[in-house]
């Protein structure tokens, strides 16, 4: 069956592959209904176009792109079945990831400027549509005289049936479409999980964050109380030193028995150091229950050090569960961003250390380069780090 394909959207503005007169009929739209999609059957003396809208989260309300069939003297009957052709064909494109392409926090966004820059994309697209709409020819039919002309629009939606929107077909010169109370595709759903899971792993990442501060913090108290416990040594060797000060004292007071002479200053000085002896004793105990309570938070400090860290590594397990299922909502074909070389020779480089090492590898000017990763000025691609002074997006 032959038919007429366009691709059209926002990219960069409004664009459309191949360019042609029909551009103002696929821009003059506006949304009906909650859907994000919809179909738009026009009819021009015998030319019956289908013209599919999809908006997608780009943070701009007018942001969508779109599929259109022309068929020449002839119709669907079943329109729910290619309703459900042009939301398959969306979800191809997405997936291919050359078009379109999921950012890292889930939402969608246009990986070209201009559509004729995938004709290859373009012509597999117009392709699927072919194979799609072969096994459907027996359900076409041709506009007959019956047809009414100049009566407007009407506004349905997809789950009225085949049989009403075909009347409605008969009956007007354009019907509009909307699948508001469809149900989220598959594609959708892998859009919404790897949006929760993008949250879920920023959200892990502050945690961890947090709890290596935590832990430095415990190291500097842990080496405080190493400070305290030596200080507490110290003072066990200046007690040893005080007893045997204490037996000096004891020595010299035999010395005072055998001086008669001198003996009431000496024991005025007996009985002064008996109460620093005292004193000190006081202290020396004061000490030893001081070190003790040390010791003891020492030992608690210890436990509920010990507990952060079995805390720690189960966010460490957490953290790698999460890490795996974003790996595997994450298509690796998707994380890149395209770029055109714009210098005459753009060489790849090497980099050690700092340092970047030119190669013999170069893209030639105006072809197309994968970037995957930008850091120092520099973009890796499949064949090395690429000055991104030479590229442009």
């Known amino acids: 069956m032959n038919v007429d394909f366009y691709i059209f959207g926002t990219p960069s503005g409004y664009k459309q592959y191949p360019a042609g007169g029909k551009s103002t009929l696929f821009q003059n739209f506006s949304p009906k209904g909650k859907g994000n999609a919809q179909l738009t059957i ?217 001086k008669r002479e001198t003996i009431d200053s000496l024991s005025q000085q007996n009985i002064y150091l008996t109460s620093e002896q005292e004193k000190l004793k006081n202290t020396n105990s004061n000490m030893s229950e001081q070190l003790r309570k040390i010791k003891e938070q020492k030992e608690d400090l210890i436990r509920y050090s010990d507990s952060l860290y079995r805390e720690y590594t189960l966010l460490e397990e957490e953290k790698e569960r999460v890490e795996r299922s974003y790996k595997e909502y994450s298509r690796p074909e998707n994380c890149y961003t395209l770029y055109k070389v714009i210098a005459e020779e753009a060489y790849c480089y090497t980099k050690c250390g700092d340092n970047y090492n030119k190669q013999n590898c170069v893209y030639r000017y105006n072809q197309l380069v994968r970037v995957y990763i930008v850091t120092d000025g520099y973009g890796l691609t499949l064949g090395g780090y690429v000055k991104m002074s030479d590229l442009k997006r």
């Open 42 to 258: 026009s009819r021009e003396g015998l030319l019956v176009y289908y013209i599919y809208h999809r908006f997608i989260p780009l943070g701009k309300n007018n942001s969508y792109i779109g599929f259109c069939l022309v068929f020449n003297n002839c119709y669907c009957k079943k329109t729910q079945e290619l309703f459900d052709i042009f939301e398959l064909a969306y979800q191809e494109t997405a997936l291919r990831g050359e078009l379109l392409h999921f950012e890292d926090n889930g939402s969608m966004s246009f990986v070209v400027n201009e559509f004729g820059e995938k004709e290859i994309e373009i012509a597999y697209i117009k392709k699927f549509f072919q194979s799609e709409i072969d096994k459907l020819k027996d359900d076409f039919a041709p506009i007959l005289p019956s047809f009414r002309v100049g009566y407007g629009s009407n506004i349905l939606s997809i789950k009225q049936g085949n049989d009403y929107i075909e009347t409605a077909i008969e009956q007007y010169d354009e019907v509009v479409i909307t699948n508001g109370t469809k149900k989220a595709s598959a594609l959708e759903q892998i859009q919404k999980k790897y949006t929760q899971l993008y949250k879920e792993k920023k959200e892990l990442d502050g945690e961890y964050a947090k709890l290596l501060r935590q832990k430095k913090q415990y190291r500097a108290i842990f080496f405080l109380c190493l400070l305290l416990i030596a200080c507490g040594i110290g003072l066990f060797i200046f007690n040893d030193n005080l007893k045997s000060r204490d037996s000096m004292i004891h020595g010299l007071t035999d010395d005072l028995w055998e």
